[in-house]
T-cell receptor, first 113, second 111 residues
Framework: EAGVVQSPRYKIIEKKQPVAFWCNPISGHNTLYWYRQNLGQGPELLIRYENEEAVDDSQLPKDRFSAERLKGVDSTLKIQPAELGDSAVYLC???????????FGSGTRLTVV | DAKTTQPTSMDCAEGRAANLPCNHSTISGNEYVYWYRQIHSQGPQYIIHGLKNNETNEMASLIITEDRKSSTLILPHATLRDTAVYYCIESSGGSNYKLTFGKGTLLTVNP
């Protein structure tokens, strides 16, 4: 089993530029999550999908962040335009059952300069 | 905000048991206690979860007090590779299942 695959692993961009992160969850996992983790903090949820439907996006800053999960499989998280404060690790996770553990990817470390 | 309380850091000698406490005094009846850990530069890894009864798997044991206000994660024979941040999280599961992470406990296993 490949696990949750995220790309790119690292990204450095200038402020005001757009950036996108990609996530491929574990096959058969219907639920997909995007988290953001700032340095020294625990991850915080940005958005949760059940299949292709975003069921919880209350923490997603919608003025500059967007996400999609077409066909209910892989997902893309976009930031446009990026700000210095967006520098963080962006983690994707998936789960099959609502009571058991998530599987996280290794994350994308974004640096905005 | 995270509703659990954990020590900021702990040390443990290699080969000894690591006992990581967590306080979840406001946990409600349908909420589970989940434990995850995060090794440097990796995503969090699921360890174990429980509702009322003690649980054990190949990674760890989870001891939940009878009043469910606190729990302890036990790594029976800690190794250097167990050095990580350990997160204790309460969540209701089901359709509202989501994990709210706090800052966790940095466990350092020393040789």
């Amino acid at each position: 089993e490949a696990g949750v695959v995220q790309s790119p692993r690292y990204k450095i961009i200038e402020k005001k530029q757009p950036v996108a992160f990609w996530c491929n969850p574990i096959s058969g996992h219907n639920t997909l999550y995007w988290y953001r983790q700032n340095l020294g903090q625990g991850p915080e949820l940005l958005i949760r999908y059940e299949n292709e439907e975003a069921v919880d996006d209350s923490q997603l800053p919608k003025d500059r962040f967007s996400a999609e999960r077409l066909k209910g499989v892989d997902s893309t998280l976009k930031i446009q335009p990026a700000e210095l404060g967006d520098s963080a690790v962006y983690l994707c996770a998936s789960s099959q059952d609502n009571n058991y553990g998530y599987t996280f990817g290794s994350g994308t470390r974004l640096t905005v300069v | 905000d995270a509703k659990t309380t954990q020590p900021t850091s702990m040390d443990c000698a290699e080969g000894r048991a690591a006992n990581l406490p967590c306080n979840h005094s406001t946990i409600s009846g349908n909420e589970y206690v989940y434990w995850y850990r995060q090794i440097h530069s990796q995503g969090p890894q699921y360890i174990i979860h429980g509702l009322k009864n003690n649980e054990t798997n190949e990674m760890a044991s989870l001891i939940i007090t009878e009043d469910r206000k606190s729990s302890t994660l036990i790594l029976p024979h800690a190794t250097l590779r167990d050095t990580a941040v350990y997160y204790c999280i309460e969540s209701s599961g089901g359709s509202n299942y989501k994990l709210t992470f706090g800052k966790g406990t940095l466990l350092t296993v020393n040789p």
